[in-house]
């Protein structure tokens, strides 16, 4: 149980597209999902976090129009990077709350590389 | 001061031994207590959750110290496949913190 998936697994794109990434809990409903960036061989930042049917509360430094999330149902977030730029090729990694407990359970990850 | 916060090591220990790393945390509220592992290149896997009476998974032990507010995990007998970046997290109620990370590498 508790599995989440992400899509794409990867992608690379040019300068200046913006890319979508899907974050789903598979067998659980997730009333709130984390978004989080990983760089290479640096710890976990967490950049949103969201509720269903309501906005995301983003961390301080995070641009929340760059960085579009959308949490429309309870077993489905997406995170969009808009004008995407080389500076943002990192690695995003959702998670997911089961509801009722307080574990959050992480998605595969989605390496993105913007060239 | 960091909500969590973690040695990052590196560990390396050969197979076979015994290892064991802390983790503190400042809100002496925090609610719920885990360990997760992190392979390179991947996601954190949830390891196990920390109770207040410590909990045990096969090599794997971890404690609760909620007067001196930290987190404990210790792993026995390592094996080559422990190798790897172990994370703490902390559940305030309000939020997940978590820890920078230990990196472990057992060497044969």
């Known amino acids: 149980g508790a599995v989440v998936s992400q899509h794409p697994s990867w992608v690379i794109c040019k300068s200046g597209t913006s890319v979508k990434i899907e974050c789903r809990s598979l067998d659980f409903q997730a009333t709130t999902m984390f978004w989080y960036r990983q760089f290479p061989k640096q710890s976990l930042m967490l950049m949103a976090t969201?509720?269903?049917?309501?906005?995301?509360?983003?961390e301080q430094g995070v641009e929340k129009d760059k960085f579009l999330i959308n949490h429309a149902s309870l077993t489905l977030s997406t995170l969009t990077v808009t004008s995407a730029h080389p500076e943002d090729s990192s690695f995003y990694i959702c998670s997911a709350e089961a509801r009722g407990t307080d574990t959050q359970y992480f998605g595969p990850g989605t390496r993105l590389t913007v060239l | 001061r960091k909500e969590v916060e973690q040695d990052p090591g590196p560990f390396n220990v050969p197979e076979g031994a015994t290892v064991a790393f802390n983790c503190t945390y400042s809100n002496s509220a925090s609610q719920s207590f885990f360990w997760y592992r992190q392979d390179c290149r991947k996601e954190p896997k949830l390891l196990m959750s920390?109770?207040?009476s410590g909990n045990e998974d096969g090599r794997f032990t971890a404690q609760l110290n909620r007067a001196s507010q930290y987190i404990s995990l210790l792993i026995r007998d390592s094996k080559l496949s422990d190798s790897a970046t172990y994370l703490c997290a902390v559940n305030t109620g309000n939020q997940f913190y978590f820890g920078t990370g230990t990196s472990l590498t057992v060497i044969p």
């Open positions: 969201s509720n269903e049917g309501s906005k995301a509360t983003y």
């Open positions: 920390v109770y207040s």
